[in-house]
């Protein structure tokens, strides 16, 4: 693994356990994917600038140019299953807050029936 690939690696480790309190071993496997797709991605990338998007000898488009496409989509979609991205956040904590209330509607302690119990009073 390089170590541009490790660095990254250890800001999502730090991340989660910042965000979550803890890294669960489930998570490395999506923590392993995600790496591994980007360094393919950053291999293709490479490949791609040094014989171009045309196949040298064919003149077809090359192949590589579909597998970063897949890679791209692999990479965001692991960004958002971990919560690593602005849209996953913002997503993480409007589930939260539909929980709570829905806890809240589930347990009677709702807002709106403390203030109606406070009424019948």
Known sequence: MKQKTKNF??????YLTKR??????????????????IELHDQCVKELKKMGML???????????LTVTQLQSSILREIQHLGLSPYSDQKIKSVSTDDSELLGALLGTDEDDAENNEDNE
């Open 9 to 14: 690696r250890e800001v999502i480790e730090k």
């Open 20 to 37: 979550f309190g803890e890294v669960r071993p489930e998570w490395y496997i999506s923590i392993d994917m995600l790496c591994t797709n």
């Open 55 to 65: 196949h040298p000898q064919t003149g077809k488009r090359n192949e590589l140019l």
